[in-house]
């Protein structure tokens, strides 16, 4: 099994300097085959000067090891005219030779990275950090606890076009919060190569990247989430990895060498789409990225996981693929107090699957408990575009009508026993995969990727409201709350590997202000509604859609423990002028109008004698409104 604690690079201080003790495991390479395993080390100080080489030393192989572990303890004495055998950080690779029976020793991999290193530097070097003083990590988020999956309002970011590196996404913290986002979900932030990336073909499983700031830069974001009570998920890559992983390249560099005996990579099966792809029938893989998840969940204490491309991975109820690394994580979850505000309760950790069309199975048969998919989003495109909406759309607002998702999923607590944990899919408008929404209501300029025209952005505004008001786990792109306009190719290396840097400009221009003041105050609004976040959603099919581009539905909590009873009746107008409806309201009392309040010198109520009176209701173009009771 893989252990960790014996792989990677720990530094010690000694006297007169450091020393590291490296390890990597290698299965099927082994030294009695004639192989060798060389670390090369040097400062980073050191790097760039022509007259500075690698210190360069053999790794031992350890003939007993079932996963052929090759490790060696490394001096870091001082070398005169070089910083080597000082503090600060080191920069380490591997290499791979071969000797053949009676032969010359050859060269097999010039270069490969550590799979397990705790932490990089730019492009495929591994790095660790020597200190005679090492600063402790100073959590601070020992109270804090993951939110309840119908509360959360997620916010996608690719750190670097948000806001740089993870200390930009902390400045940006209040600015969220004002959106009622409590859960950022990170694109990948797992280090990789220099060039621009979404970060979907990772090289090291258990680094951020250096120049996103780091092990203590991740840390340092997810403490200051935390103490806002904002959660955080990292967007993990485990169908595929990049060529030059090393149980990619090592492999193909040994099978590919004359006379070298034949081995399998450990990890890698055949190619994809996207990449080499991971081999879940073997148990190294299996045990390779479960460890990777409790490092995260132990050493960065992150709230969970949005896995890429489930599509693929799932398999099964059984399988030793997804389904049974989320359930494995959720195992050891078990055992992390900030998931349990009620010791006897389900774990909160956030798994999410990038499932699409196969969202309700993933569901319904894995320890997974909530989903990216695209039928609100499909629908809210097509009606950007200028079409009408439909039924359809009315029913993607409430993703459990009919049975279409599972509302609940089985799963025990710490105790073991059977318990029922609420299962979601994420609604959305935007998100990374495609273009901007206001690229839907009309482009501006020319070339072959126009940007959206952003004097459009009022046909998003009913949009808006429908996705804060719908049931599911509403989740944004960034900057589509203030008409951010990016047009995305649909395939090809501009779509993933040019930098699309959030127009915070936009904010404050007229398009901008207007729209991100319609994001607050739906997002303060399902903050403070427990209807709006509830489990019981009708949809007035038979008033809706009659003859005009008016939806109705209502949202429904009833009383409990965390509060009275509550209704919102959301009322969306999507045609181009004012427009009435006539709806019953389900329950007698005083309604009031929630969405424009502030805005308005006596409040707009609806008076309701009976449960069942029908009120008649009219609503601006574009826009919709939302009665409380």
């Known amino acids: 099994m893989i252990n960790v604690s014996e792989v990677g690079a720990f530094p010690t201080a000694i006297p007169g300097g450091f020393q590291i003790t490296f390890g990597v495991y290698l299965p099927g390479i082994r030294a009695t085959d004639g192989f060798d395993v060389v670390v090369r080390v040097i400062h980073r100080e ?65 270069w490969f990275t550590d799979p397990f290193a705790r932490q990089t530097d730019i492009g495929l070097l591994s790095a660790v950090m020597l200190s005679r003083n090492p600063t402790p990590i100073a ?64 090289l090291h499983y258990f680094s951020p990247s250096a120049h996103l700031g780091g092990p203590d830069g991740l840390r340092g974001l997810v403490d200051a989430c935390h103490g806002v009570n904002m959660a955080v998920i990292l967007d993990v890559v485990y169908q595929h990895v990049d060529p030059g992983f090393a149980y990619k390249l090592v ?56 896995y890429d491309q489930v599509t693929d991975l799932y398999a099964s109820p059984t399988d030793t693929a997804y389904a049974k690394l989320a359930y494995d994580t959720y195992r050891f979850s078990l055992g992390i107090p900030r998931f349990f505000p009620d010791a006897n309760g389900y774990s909160r950790i956030i798994q999410c699957a990038e499932a699409l069309w196969r969202a309700p199975d993933v569901l319904s048969n894995t320890y997974t408990n909530c989903a990216w998919q695209n039928d609100l989003l499909d629908q809210a ?67 072959p990727f126009p940007p959206g025209d952003r004097s459009h952005f009022w046909r998003l505004q009913a949009l808006t409201i429908a996705l804060y008001t719908s049931q599911g786990v509403p989740m944004l792109w960034e900057g589509e709350e203030f008409a951010d306009d990016y047009n995305l190719p649909d395939d090809g290396f501009a779509r993933v590997d040019l930098r699309r840097d959030t127009h915070w400009e936009y904010f404050y221009d007229e398009f901008g202000s207007a729209l991100v003041s319609v994001y607050r105050r739906l997002g303060q609004l399902r903050r403070v509604s427990r209807a709006l976040r509830g489990r019981e959603s009708f949809y007035y099919w038979q008033q809706s859609l009659q003859g005009s581009q008016l939806i109705a539905f209502h949202r429904h909590a009833p009383a409990g423990p965390a509060g009275p009873e509550e209704y919102a009746m959301v009322i969306l107008n999507f045609s181009g002028s004012a427009d009435t409806i006539e709806v019953p309201f389900p329950k007698a009392g005083v309604w009031t109008e929630k969405l424009d309040e502030s805005f308005r010198g006596a409040p707009l109520t609806v008076s309701v004698a009976s449960p069942g009176d029908t009120q008649r209701i009219t609503v601006p173009s574009n826009y919709g409104y939302i009665f409380i009771l």
């Open 381 to 447: 495109e097509a009606i950007a575009a200028g079409a009408p909406p439909t039924a359809a759309f009315g029913h993607a607002l409430d993703p459990f009508f009919a049975g279409r998702y599972p509302a609940t999923r089985t799963v025990v607590n710490a105790a073991g026993n059977p318990m029922e944990m609420p299962v979601a899919p994420f609604q959305f408008l935007n998100s990374h995969d495609h273009s901007h929404l206001i690229v839907f209501a009309g482009t501006s300029g020319s070339g």
């Open 251 to 306: 492999y193909d560099d040994v099978n590919g060498t004359p006379g070298a005996p034949r081995v399998s990579s450990p990890m890698i099966g055949a190619g994809g789409l996207f990449g080499p792809q991971a081999d879940f029938s073997q148990v190294f893989t299996q045990e390779y990225f479960a460890a990777a998840n409790r490092h995260w969940l132990e050493q960065y204490h992150v709230d969970g996981f949005r």
């Open 46 to 110: 050191d790097r760039f000067d022509p007259a500075i080489q690698p210190q360069d030393s053999h790794l031992v192989w350890k003939n007993d090891h079932p996963l052929d572990l090759w490790g060696a303890t490394v001096p870091v004495q001082p070398v005169s005219a070089t910083h080597f055998g000082t503090e600060g950080l080191y920069l380490y690779r591997f290499q791979l030779w071969w000797t053949p029976s009676g032969g010359q020793r050859q060269l097999v991999t010039r």
């Open 139 to 202: 959590w601070t988020d020992d109270a804090y606890k993951t939110p309840e999956l119908d509360d959360l309002i997620v916010y996608e970011v690719q750190v670097e076009e948000f806001n740089d590196n993870f200390d930009g996404v902390i400045d940006r913290l209040s600015y969220l919060q004002s959106l009622g986002v409590n859960c950022l979900e990170l694109m990948p932030v797992a280090s990789a190569k220099l060039d621009f990336d979404w970060g979907y073909g990772p």
